[in-house]
């Protein structure tokens, strides 16, 4: 999900700073899946994986403005 230092970070947070820091590093996490899902969308027969992917990005940065 992220590298040792972001997950360390992310330990010791709490609140708000821990929501957006999990936030943002869920998102990165997310769009990593679309990019290796490109494989299956372009010669796959499931095309709602990044469709999936995709809501969840953006619902996750709507809670980002809400923090």
């Known amino acids: ?3 040792d230092v972001q997950v360390q970070e992310l330990a010791v947070a709490s609140g ?3 929501d957006r820091l999990f936030l943002q590093l869920m998102i990165v996490h997310h769009r990593g899946v679309i990019e ?3 494989t299956e969308l ?3 027969d499931n095309p709602a994986i990044k469709t999936g992917q995709t809501a969840e990005i953006a619902e996750m940065q709507q809670l980002l403005g809400v923090i």
Do not use: I, K, L, N
């Open 36 to 38: 290796m899902s490109d």
């Open 16 to 18: 708000a700073v821990f």
């Open 42 to 44: 372009t010669g796959g």
């Open 1 to 3: 999900m992220g590298s």
